[in-house]
């Protein structure tokens, strides 16, 4: 997906910066683009303001640079720390490695951010200090790009929850907000286009399940739940696939099995070198039974497949794995 240790030269190179009062840049070719800071975020650290024109151009010409690896150059040293490490303790700049993240997904880039010194980032320094008159002077043909107001909302105004339930909104929008030509799609509506990002889907799966919680935990059989199973099997007809399933369940209760130790996948591949046959489960005494023996040929504890023999004594009581008659 993002392949690593890449070392192709660049497709693309991009500068940025970013001004603390006023707002944020990048440049790429003849193309820029200028994102003003709104008034709420003026005072923010510079870190996430120097990381955000990153995403921006990501996403605002990614469609272009689909599956292209991009060489992006930032004048801020910690910024780059943490976008190439994936991790930051401020929570705006996690928001936007996130970001990053979905949209490297989205249109297949490989994207390396690298430190460059502020005097050689002239250019991008000159746009984020509204130097407009020395920047048209260097680059004479420069074209603006303009930013979608999705966009602005995903990565500035409403920097949502990614573990809630509504974490897939998130992704749709962020989708939506990187389609120019799709910015009647609302904030949180469906794109037609997310069959066709299978990674995304997979990215997707793994928010909804860290989103859902813990799954409901799997309690153990304990004797008075044994004791109900067997109620609920004595109504069946057959009564001797009753009788087959309890014995079996006693079996695993007492001898701590697994069922995947006792049991076979289809009809089609029971394996006696591996599964259990009649000759593995034997008794001391065909009149008065005290104990039975399993051997277990293989196990997922057992990788080498040694087998090993349990035994499991007699309860005389109703639930007893011994037992050899069934009890209504």
């Given amino acids: 997906m993002i392949p690593c240790g890449d070392s192709r030269p660049a497709d693309v190179v991009v500068h940025t910066d970013a001004s603390g009062a006023l707002g944020c840049v990048a440049r790429w070719q003849n193309g820029w683009f200028q994102y003003s800071w709104p008034l709420e975020r003026r005072t923010t650290h510079i870190s996430p303001k120097e990381a955000l024109p990153i995403v921006l151009a990501c996403a605002v010409w990614g469609k272009v640079w689909s599956n292209k690896k991009i060489q992006v150059y930032c004048d801020n040293a910690a910024v780059v720390i943490s976008l190439n490490a994936g991790s930051s303790k401020d929570q705006w700049t996690i928001h936007v490695i996130r970001c990053l993240f979905f949209i490297k997904v989205r249109f297949g880039l490989t994207v390396t951010i690298s430190q460059i010194p502020g005097k ?13 008159a020395y920047f048209r002077t260097q680059v004479p ?15 500035v105004t409403v920097q949502p929850d990614w573990m809630s339930v509504n974490c897939s909104a998130i992704v749709f929008s962020w989708n939506s907000a990187v389609h120019q030509e799709d910015l009647q799609i609302s904030l949180g509506g469906k794109d037609p286009d997310i069959g066709s990002m299978p990674y995304l889907e997979y990215v997707l799966k793994g928010f909804r399940k860290l989103a859902a919680g813990k799954s409901r935990p799997r309690l153990p059989i304990t004797p008075s739940i044994l004791s109900k199973m067997r109620e609920t099997w004595s109504k069946i007809p057959k009564r001797k696939n009753a009788a087959m399933l309890w014995a079996a369940s006693c079996m695993c209760f007492f001898g701590f099995l697994h069922s995947g130790e006792i049991v076979v996948p289809s009809d089609t591949s029971y394996d006696p070198a591996v599964h259990l046959s009649y000759g593995d489960v034997r008794t001391d005494s065909i009149e008065n039974p005290t104990c039975i023996t399993v051997a277990v040929k293989a196990s997922k504890t057992d990788p080498f497949r040694k087998g090993v023999v349990i035994h499991i004594g007699a309860t005389k009581t109703q639930l007893c794995p011994v037992a050899q008659s069934w009890v209504t």
Avoid at 120 to 129: E, K, R, V
Avoid at 141 to 155: D, K
């Fill in 120 to 132: 050689d980032n002239i250019l991008a320094d000159a746009l984020s200090h509204n130097d407009f």
């Fill in 141 to 155: 043909t420069a074209r603006q790009y303009s930013i979608p107001p999705q966009l602005e909302s995903v990565l």
